[in-house]
C-alpha cells in the first residue's frame, strides 16, 4: 500500500510514536494531538483588472505552553489546512527542541504569487495582517517569511499591524528588512545552523570535512547558503546540486560563481559546464554515493520506495520534511545516521527569535555575536540529542535521531503545560 502522505497525519503519527517510547501522559498527549487555536480567514482584495477576488487564509496555533506562537505565513497555491497544521506542530517541536522561549505557530494564504502583481500581492498581505491583527503581537504570535513571502511582505504586515494597534512593536514579526529592525545574520543563518549540525555529526562520525563530498538538493535559500557554507566554512566538497529542472554532478566540485551564472543566464543549475560535469535527475542525485546528502528543496523526496537507494553517510534534513516517516526507518536500518529537520534547520526559528530578542531590547548585534550565539545554540541542541539516543541505547532501546528530538522537544512542551495546570 502506498504511504499515506497527508502531513497532518504524518506529524500526528511521529507524535504517537514518541509519545509511546517516552511514555507519555494520556491526557498530554490527546493535547498535544491537534492545534489548540485554528483561523480561517476570507480575505478580499480588489485586483488590478477592477474585479474583487477572495483569498483564503490560515493561521494555526499550535501550541503555546512555552510562549508567544512562531512560525512562517506560506503564499502557495495548493496551502491547505491540514499543511499549516503539520507545519505549525513541528514548528512547537523546532521551538522547544532549540529550547527558545516560544511555542508553534504558521499560517498560509491559497494564492499564486508567480500570478500576481506586487501591488495585489501586498493587498493580500495586509488583509491578512488586517484578519489577524489582534491575534497577534510580540507576546502573542509572531509571523515570519516562509515559502514565496519575503522581507517586504513582512514590512507591509508589520505597517498594518502597527496601524490598528498603534503600538511600534517590531517584534510583533520576524524577518523584516534591516532597515526595519531585521537582524544581521538572519539571511543565511537557516544553511549555517545546517553546518554547525554537520560540523558535529562528521566529528562523531570521525569523517573529515575536507575529505568528504556533498550532494545537495535545491538552490534557493537553504540550498545556496549550504552549498556556500559547506565549502568555505568546513571545505567540504560539493559534488552535485540541482533546482526544480534537475541538477549537475561534478566528481572534481562544482564552483559557485558558475553556478550562479549557469542559474542566472539559463534558468537552471542544471545547465552549469564544466570538463566533467554532467546533467543529473533529482531523483539521481538523491542516490549519489557521498558522504553527506542534504535536501534543501521540498518535502516527501526521500521515500519508502526510494530510501533504500540512498547511498549516503550522513543525511541532513534541511528541507522542511523531506524524508518520509517508512524511509525514516529503512534509513535507520541501512546505519545512514538522518538528522531531522526540525534540528537541521532550527537556524531559521533561532535567527528569528535572535531578532525578537534585539527587537524588545533594543540592543542590537554584530554579525560576529550572532553567528556565536547561533553556534552554541545549535551545537546544544545536536548534542542533547545525541545524549538522549544513547541514554535509550543504554537501557536496550534503539531509537533513531528523529525520535530522540521529539522526545526531547514534546517532554518540555508537556513539562510547560503540566505546571500550567492544563492536565
Ligand atoms: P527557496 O524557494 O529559496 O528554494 C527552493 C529551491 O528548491 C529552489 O532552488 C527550487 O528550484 C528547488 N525546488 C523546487 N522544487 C523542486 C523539486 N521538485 N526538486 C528539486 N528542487 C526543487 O526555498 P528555501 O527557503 O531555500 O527553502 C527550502 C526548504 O528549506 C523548504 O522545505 C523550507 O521549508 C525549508 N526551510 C527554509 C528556511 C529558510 O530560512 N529559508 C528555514 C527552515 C526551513
Known amino acids: 500500500m502506498a504511504e499515506d502522505l497527508n502531513p497532518f497525519k504524518i506529524a500526528q503519527t511521529q507524535l504517537d510514536k514518541a509519545a509511546e517510547i517516552m511514555k507519555l501522559d494520556k491526557q498530554a498527549h490527546a493535547i498535544l494531538r491537534e492545534p489548540k487555536r485554528t483561523l480561517i480567514m476570507s480575505i478580499p482584495v480588489r485586483m488590478s483588472n477592477g474585479q474583487t477576488k477572495v483569498f483564503t487564509g490560515f493561521r494555526v496555533r499550535y501550541n503555546d505552553a512555552r510562549g508567544p506562537a512562531k512560525g512562517g505565513i506560506r503564499f502557495h497555491?495548493?496551502?491547505?489546512?491540514?499543511?499549516?497544521?503539520?507545519?505549525?506542530?513541528?514548528?512547537?517541536?523546532?521551538?522547544?527542541?532549540?529550547?527558545?522561549?516560544?511555542?508553534?505557530?504558521?499560517?498560509?494564504?491559497?494564492?499564486?504569487?508567480?500570478?500576481?502583481?506586487?501591488?495585489?500581492?501586498?493587498?493580500?498581505?495586509?488583509?491578512?495582517?488586517?484578519?489577524?491583527?489582534?491575534?497577534?503581537?510580540?507576546?502573542?504570535?509572531?509571523?515570519?517569511?516562509?515559502?514565496?513571502?519575503?522581507?517586504?511582505?513582512?514590512?507591509?504586515?508589520?505597517?498594518?499591524?502597527?496601524?490598528?494597534?498603534?503600538?511600534?512593536?517590531?517584534?510583533?514579526?520576524?524577518?523584516?528588512?534591516?532597515?526595519l529592525w531585521g537582524s544581521e545574520g538572519r539571511m543565511d543563518s537557516t544553511a549555517r545552523g545546517g553546518m554547525f549540525i554537520m560540523r558535529e555529526a562528521m566529528k562523531r562520525l570521525k569523517l573529515n570535512p575536507k575529505k568528504s563530498t556533498v550532494a545537495i538538493q535545491g538552490f534557493g535559500n537553504a540550498g545556496r547558503f549550504a552549498y556556500e557554507l559547506s565549502d568555505k566554512m568546513l571545505g567540504a566538497k560539493v559534488v552535485a546540486i540541482s533546482d526544480s529542472e534537475g541538477g549537475v554532478y561534478d566528481p572534481d566540485g562544482l564552483d559557485l560563481a558558475k553556478l550562479d551564472e549557469a542559474k542566472k543566464r539559463t534558468g537552471s543549475v542544471q545547465n552549469y559546464r564544466s570538463k566533467n560535469a554532467e546533467k543529473i535527475t533529482n531523483e539521481k542525485l538523491l542516490?549519489?554515493?557521498?558522504?553527506?546528502?542534504?535536501?534543501?528543496?521540498?518535502?516527501?523526496?526521500?521515500?519508502?520506495?526510494?530510501?533504500?537507494?540512498?547511498?549516503?553517510?550522513?543525511?541532513?534534513?534541511?528541507?522542511?520534511g523531506p524524508v518520509?516517516?517508512?524511509?525514516?526507518?529503512?534509513?535507520?536500518?541501512?546505519?545512514?545516521?538522518?538528522l531531522p529537520d526540525f534540528l537541521v534547520n532550527s537556524g531559521g526559528v533561532v535567527g528569528s527569535y535572535y531578532e525578537w530578542v534585539q527587537n524588545i531590547t533594543g540592543d542590537y548585534w554584530?554579525?560576529?555575536?550572532?553567528?556565536?550565539?547561533?553556534?552554541?545554540?545549535?551545537?546544544?541542541?545536536?548534542?542533547?540529542?545525541?545524549?538522549?539516543?544513547?541514554?535509550?541505547?543504554?537501557?536496550?532501546?534503539?531509537?533513531?535521531?528523529?525520535m530522540a528530538a521529539y522526545i526531547i522537544a514534546i517532554d518540555r512542551v508537556a513539562k510547560a503545560m503540566k505546571a500550567r495546570g492544563w492536565y
Do not use: H
Open 287 to 320: 542516490e549519489l554515493k557521498c558522504d553527506v546528502l542534504i535536501p534543501a528543496a521540498i518535502e516527501n523526496q526521500v521515500r519508502g520506495d526510494n530510501a533504500d537507494r540512498i547511498n549516503c553517510k550522513l543525511l541532513l534534513e534541511l528541507a522542511n
Open 324 to 338: 518520509t516517516p517508512e524511509a525514516t526507518d529503512t534509513l535507520f536500518e541501512k546505519g545512514i545516521v538522518d
Open 77 to 179: 497555491p495548493e496551502e491547505t489546512l491540514d499543511t499549516v497544521k503539520a507545519l505549525s506542530a513541528w514548528m512547537t517541536w523546532k521551538c522547544s527542541l532549540a529550547d527558545i522561549p516560544f511555542g508553534g505557530g504558521k499560517g498560509g494564504v491559497i494564492c499564486d504569487t508567480k500570478k500576481m502583481n506586487d501591488k495585489e500581492i501586498e493587498a493580500v498581505a495586509r488583509g491578512y495582517a488586517r484578519a489577524l491583527a489582534t491575534d497577534m503581537g510580540p507576546e502573542v504570535d509572531i509571523p515570519a517569511p516562509d515559502v514565496y513571502t519575503t522581507p517586504q511582505i513582512m514590512a507591509w504586515i508589520l505597517d498594518e499591524y502597527i496601524n490598528i494597534t498603534r503600538k511600534n512593536e517590531f517584534g510583533a514579526i520576524t524577518g523584516k528588512p534591516v532597515e
Open 366 to 402: 554584530d554579525t560576529d555575536t550572532f553567528n556565536a550565539k547561533l553556534d552554541k545554540k545549535l551545537t546544544k541542541s545536536f548534542l542533547d540529542t545525541m545524549n538522549v539516543q544513547k541514554e535509550y541505547a543504554d537501557k536496550g532501546q534503539k531509537i533513531n535521531p528523529r
